[in-house]
């Protein structure tokens, strides 16, 4: 069955330290990963898209890097307002693979 | 360029009542996903829709729940006669292109619906 899974579930950082996130899938074809930021009562918020192996992206203090079995999502010195649940999801490559399938995210807390 | 939007934002049903969610979503934009959340759980898709079709409904309850795309007007999501069970909060999200496309198919979310049956 396919499956994404992110760890840790939670995660308390002190402002400033630096640390990783994790998202590892189980799929028998992948067209692309996704992480989005959701902070409480609100929508998913797009951050990046990976297509391939060692593919990276970066946006200020979070970079995305794309293995063949996992995401991480590295977060350089962060600050209180990086708190929010981080969502990895996985857009597959069979026939019903038409949507994205989600982990059930991390959430992150930085205290200052 | 305004954002999906969902309304309402909190709507509350008695059990047996019809709920229905409505999204538009961004200029430009003819795919559109809608997803439930439920508490301690991730997003679970339930059916992806183009202008007029259906395309996907593999994660639709077989009853009770039907969703539209019409030419005109926003992307509705009905719940029949809902149950305790319903309450969650609902996202919708939409897409300029299909999937797999390889210029990218990032979906955009709205702020979502969450609906309380009492």
């Known amino acids: 069955e396919d499956q994404v899974t992110q760890s840790p579930e939670a995660l308390r950082l002190q402002e400033g330290e630096s640390s990783s996130l994790n998202c590892s899938y189980t799929?028998?074809?992948?067209?692309?990963l996704f992480w989005y930021r959701q902070d409480p009562g609100k929508g998913p918020e797009f951050l990046f898209t990976l297509y391939s192996a060692g593919e990276e992206k970066e946006k200020e203090r979070l970079k995305a890097t794309l293995t063949k079995k996992e995401s991480f999502l590295h977060i350089t010195a962060p600050k209180p307002e990086d708190s929010a649940t981080y969502l990895c999801?996985?857009?597959?490559?069979?026939?019903?693979?038409?949507?994205?399938?989600f982990g059930k995210g991390t959430t992150l807390s930085v205290s200052s | 360029n305004a954002g999906v939007m969902q309304n309402p934002r909190h709507l509350v049903r008695r059990r047996g009542q019809e709920a229905r969610l409505r999204c538009s979503p961004m200029?430009?934009?003819?795919?559109v996903y809608w997803y439930r959340q439920l508490p301690e759980e991730g997003l679970k898709f339930m059916v992806y829709l183009q202008k007029e079709n259906i395309i996907d409904e593999s994660g639709m309850p077989k009853e009770r729940f039907s969703a539209e795309f019409p030419k005109e007007g926003p992307s509705i999501l009905r719940i029949q006669q809902v149950v305790r069970g319903d309450s969650a909060a609902y996202f919708c999200a939409s897409s300029p292109r299909a999937p797999g496309d390889s210029r990218g198919t990032e979906a955009f979310f709205g702020q979502g619906t969450r609906l309380t049956v009492v």
């Open positions: 999801a996985v857009l597959l490559s069979n026939q019903a693979g038409t949507a994205l399938i």
């Open positions: 799929v028998s074809g992948l067209r692309g």
């Open positions: 200029k430009g934009h003819s795919h």
